[in-house]
Each structure stands twice: as structure tokens, then as C-alpha cells.
């Protein structure tokens, strides 16, 4: 395939280094009817970081631990991201119960999922912690600081762009907040599969009630687009926290 | 090709003895006519060794050959008996003998 060397770099890397020099042979030789088979197998192996190679069992916790705060980031940010910037039907979904419930369960689910620092490796965690985080906090403390003295008031291109930097500097702290924990790696205790399977629920939980009120101010208003693809699209994510706690499953109590 | 006939596959060609990853699918080949696409070959080796049925010998240069591992080889031998069962009650049905 034309494309080897973008189609490899999809892989996770646990499997690249598995089977790099095989699985580039195999890409290479591929032709392009393979090119939707090869999207799909690299779409599968990113659903189930719990089969992925080289894992010890801590490890395969932290990777499960670090996909479903991914995924819950992801759903808590498309909420509120549609909520802010879609239609009025979404704004007043943003206002219904049903989504104070499920923010507040995927706040709780991240809680529960939360890898717990060894006393040994808390300074050397907190500064990857730190490290990580210092961009976004940054960018969204210097737009606190922008409003304060009066961007509100600034012309609409300003204005624009202080918005975008935001939501800019809350998609970059839940993409830095997934680097950490996988960065703390050997420094935290990944919860156990108990609290695994616990978290994972809540977080279904919280993305389901937040899809059903998108879905359902969506509907009131004549299928909003904004409410509608949002809600659709946080289906979609559950189904990724459905498979991961199909795969806690199979971890055993002693893991 | 299901996922799962894929897993049969690969431990078929591996009941042979080790092989690196690119010569699997070359077993494969030989054995069935096609290859596996990347997509299910590097998700059923990635599965099958979650599952400790296939296991990874010391590298060769770049390369690290698998081989079936006794529990690999256990699986694989129920496998196979159920398939034997199922096609013979087939052909049976069918008014065929076995080929």
C-alpha cells in the first residue's frame, strides 16, 4: 500500500513494536482492498488496550484506566461544547436535570478511576502532572484573566478568538491529562479490576444520560443538528466503554 | 473471515512449528489460497497471545518468531474436533462422504 508508513504509525505503539517489521512487509504487500480491513483492525486493537502486548498486569490496568478517561474526557467535552456553541435546543439540554445528573456521574466515575500516586513517586508524579498541564492551564487562566478586563467588550474577531482559546485550552488539558497518566505509568497504582469495571459503568451511566437529553431537546426542537450529531456521537463512545468493561471481564481479582 | 477463523489460522499454520508473522500469512496462503488482510492477521496474533495460546521466541534480527504454546495446543485440538464433528454431520446430511 502507498501509505505504509502513515497506516503503521496508526497502530498503538505496544503493537508496532510487536510486530513492526511483519506488519510493515504485510502493508506494504496489501493492495488497496485491504485498505478498509487494515482501518478497521487498527480502529479494533485501539478499543481493547487490554489485549495489547509486553502488558503486565498493572500495565493493562493503567491502559484500560487511561482509555476510559479518554473516552469520558471526550464525552464530557463534546456535552459541553454543544451545550455552549449548538442551538437553543441544546442550550436548554445544558439546563435539564437529566444533564446535571450525567456530568456529575462522569465527574464521579473519573473520581473512582482516578490511578492513586505511591507516597515513593509523588513528587516525581506531580511534576509530570505539572509538566503536562502547564500549557492548558496557561492558555485557560490567560483567558480568565482576558474577560476579566474586559474582552467581553472587545471587537467580535477578538472575542471569536478568545472563545477558541477556551475550548482550545480544554480539549489540550483532557488530551494532557491522558498523556500524564500514561506518563506516571510505573509511579501510580491503576485501580483494580473491581474499581475498574465500578468506574466504567458509572462513566456509561453519565454519557448515557447526557446522549438521552441531547437526544431529547434534539427531538422537541425538529431534530437540531448540533443536539442531534452530539447525542449520536456520544452513543458512539459508549459503545467504547461497553467493549471496555466487556474486557474487564477479563481481568482476574488478582490482577 | 471472522475473527475467531482467523485465530484458527494462525494457530493451524503454528501447529507446524515457529514462524514470524509475514511467514504465517505465507502458511496461510499455502493453506487456504489467500492471505489475511493486515487488520485481522495483527489482531488475531495480538488476541491469541492476550490469551497466552501463542507465545514469542527469543528475536531473530529484527524479527521474534511465535510458537503455540501447550495451552495454544490444547485450544487448537478442541477446535479442530469440533470442526471435524460439524463438517462431518454435514456431509451426512447432505448425502455426501467425506473428500
Redesign the interface.
Known amino acids: 500500500m502507498r501509505f505504509t508508513p502513515v497506516?503503521l504509525s496508526l497502530?498503538p505503539r505496544p503493537?508496532r513494536a510487536?510486530?513492526?517489521?511483519?506488519?510493515e512487509?504485510?502493508?506494504r504487500?496489501?493492495g488497496w482492498r485491504?485498505l478498509p480491513?487494515?482501518?478497521?483492525?487498527?480502529a479494533?486493537?485501539w478499543l481493547h488496550p487490554?489485549?495489547?502486548?509486553d502488558a503486565s498486569p498493572r500495565r493493562r490496568r493503567l491502559r484500560m484506566t487511561t482509555m476510559a478517561v479518554a473516552v469520558a474526557l471526550a464525552c464530557g467535552f463534546v456535552s459541553m461544547i454543544t451545550v455552549e456553541l449548538g442551538g437553543r435546543s441544546a442550550h436548554a439540554a445544558g439546563h435539564a436535570p437529566l444533564m446535571s445528573a450525567g456530568m456529575s456521574l462522569i465527574l464521579a466515575g473519573l473520581l473512582v478511576l482516578a490511578p492513586l500516586p505511591g507516597l515513593r513517586g509523588l513528587a516525581a508524579t506531580c511534576r509530570i502532572g505539572v509538566t503536562r498541564l502547564a500549557l492548558p492551564a496557561t492558555l485557560g487562566a490567560g483567558v480568565v484573566i482576558a474577560v476579566h478586563v474586559g474582552a467581553g467588550g472587545a471587537p467580535p474577531v477578538v472575542r471569536a478568538a478568545v472563545v477558541a482559546c477556551w475550548w482550545a485550552a480544554l480539549a489540550l488539558g483532557a488530551v494532557q491529562t491522558c498523556r500524564a497518566i500514561a506518563a506516571a505509568g510505573s509511579l501510580v497504582d491503576p485501580p483494580r479490576p473491581r474499581r475498574l469495571r465500578a468506574g466504567t459503568a458509572i462513566l456509561i451511566a453519565g454519557s448515557a444520560a447526557n446522549a438521552a437529553d441531547l437526544l431529547r431537546f434534539s427531538q422537541r426542537a425538529g431534530h437540531d443538528l448540533p443536539g442531534t450529531a452530539t447525542g449520536l456521537g456520544l452513543l458512539v463512545l459508549l459503545a467504547a466503554f461497553v467493549l471496555l468493561l466487556r474486557d474487564t471481564h477479563h481481568l482476574t481479582v488478582h490482577e | 473471515m471472522h475473527s475467531n477463523d482467523a485465530q484458527t489460522l494462525v494457530l493451524t499454520v503454528l501447529a507446524d512449528g515457529p514462524l514470524h508473522g509475514y511467514a504465517i500469512n505465507t502458511a496461510i496462503e499455502q493453506l487456504t489460497g489467500r492471505r489475511l488482510g493486515p487488520g485481522s492477521l495483527y489482531g488475531a496474533l495480538t488476541r491469541l497471545e492476550a490469551k497466552q495460546l501463542i507465545e514469542p521466541l527469543a528475536e531473530e534480527g529484527r524479527q521474534r518468531p511465535l510458537r503455540l504454546t501447550d495451552k495454544g495446543r490444547t485450544a487448537l485440538e478442541r477446535e479442530l474436533r469440533t470442526m471435524a464433528h460439524v463438517a462431518s454431520v454435514g456431509l451426512r446430511s447432505l448425502g455426501v462422504g467425506p473428500a
Open positions: 497506516l497502530y503493537v510487536r510486530w513492526g517489521l511483519d506488519l512487509a504485510e502493508l504487500t496489501a485491504a480491513g487494515t482501518l478497521a483492525g487498527i479494533d486493537l487490554a489485549i495489547w502486548p
